[in-house]
């Protein structure tokens, strides 16, 4: 079978740029840092942006060495080895937090899908559409019931696997807001591949405004949101993907099919101040749908929701009225 790769566009959701003062306190320092498969760029500003900046970097490549499950050694490569492993308290906090969401999302959103992604390639890079039994097989062993966290002692049993990749980045950036004001820095912003978070205002003391990306046309954007101390994440089937016989298999798994979710959508941004939930959320929404991911949003508190559809029709739920801003029509969902 001859598998065709397209190359993933470029998850871009550009921070449009705004001109702060140049004063000592706006002092701005930038990096950009490739982990986690992922260009990420860090900015802080004020008196200690830098020393922020060269923390928070080091903090990204600690944890990128734990949640990597492709690398010898890391936390998650041993309890997927091991079955059972002792980890450091990042690892047993993120897996807590991202059981939550399995749990809340009933499973549209599991940590154990390594098994099936593997199947389809995604992690090795050897592209392949499955066949039944083999992913008959894969399947039996997804199922968030089979961890167990106890204290920082992670367990998987019966053959299950942990994949953290739609979770893990929304952890980093909510940890770099810590490390920046653990730093003493009150105004700075990262994207990690796209999923962006802010800190404070910018330094002229507006918001930051973050673009979100057309899935279609993905050197264009659908619109904006203006924010200050949250998260904007993005999921969508257009990030990764492969081509085989006309067909188009992207990389956000339906665990009830094991086949990349057909929910009629084609992204979905989270906007919220917990960074990891919305990192796994962006993952589940996407998986449920905009009916069902309306529900979700309406059953629970403490974040907002941007849904485009494959048609490019966008939903906005009604916490965005201010927030979201577009020239192109949108429907609001509400409560
Ligand atoms: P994201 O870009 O945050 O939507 O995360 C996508 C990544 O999450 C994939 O590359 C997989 O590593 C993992 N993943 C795919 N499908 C699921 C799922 N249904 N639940 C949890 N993780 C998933
Ligand atoms: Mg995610």
């Given at each position: ?30 990096k950009a840092v490739f982990a986690m498969d992922t260009e990420m760029t860090l ?223 084609s992204s979905v941004s989270i906007i919220s101040e917990d960074g990891a939930t ?31 559809t494959g048609d490019g029709e966008i939903y906005v739920t009604d916490g965005l ?15």
């Amino acid at each position: 079978m001859k598998i065709s790769y397209l190359l993933a566009p470029l998850i871009c959701v550009i921070v449009l740029a705004g001109c702060g003062r140049n004063t000592a306190d706006s002092a701005e320092f930038s990096k950009a840092v490739f982990a986690m498969d992922t260009e990420m760029t860090l900015k802080a500003y004020g008196a200690n942006s830098e020393s922020a900046v060269n923390a928070a970097e080091r903090e990204i490549n600690r944890l990128d060495r734990l949640f990597d499950r492709g690398r010898d050694g890391s936390d998650i490569n041993k309890v997927n080895a091991e079955g059972t492993a002792k980890v450091s308290s990042d690892t047993s906090a993120l897996t807590e937090t991202a059981l939550d969401v399995c749990e809340a999302t009933d499973g549209a959103f599991d940590i154990t899908i390594a098994p099936v992604m593997d199947l389809w390639g995604f992690y090795t890079g050897e592209y392949q559409v499955p066949d039944d039994d083999e992913l008959a097989k894969a399947m039996a062993k997804v199922d968030r019931a089979k961890v167990n966290v106890d204290g920082e002692v992670v367990s998987v049993k019966d053959g299950a696997k942990l994949d953290l990749g739609g979770i893990a980045k929304g952890y980093l950036s909510a940890r770099i807001m810590e490390i920046f004001r653990e730093n003493g820095v009150e105004s700075g912003i990262v994207s990690l591949g796209g999923n962006v978070q802010a800190l404070g205002l910018k330094p002229d003391g507006s918001k930051w405004r973050v673009a979100i990306q057309d899935p279609r046309e993905t050197d264009m954007f659908i619109g904006s949101v203006s924010i200050s101390d949250k998260a904007v994440i993005t999921s969508g089937g257009y990030q990764r993907y492969f081509e085989d016989g006309g067909n188009i298999y992207h990389h956000i798994i339906d665990p009830s099919t094991g086949y990349p979710a057909e929910s009629g959508l084609s992204s979905v941004s989270i906007i919220s101040e917990d960074g990891a939930t919305a990192d796994g959320l962006s993952t589940a929404l996407f998986v449920m749908g905009l009916d069902k991911g309306s529900d979700f949003w309406r059953a629970h508190n403490g974040f907002d929701v941007i849904f485009v559809t494959g048609d490019g029709e966008i939903y906005v739920t009604d916490g965005l009225s201010g927030v979201f801003e577009s020239e192109r029509k949108y429907t609001v969902i509400k409560r």
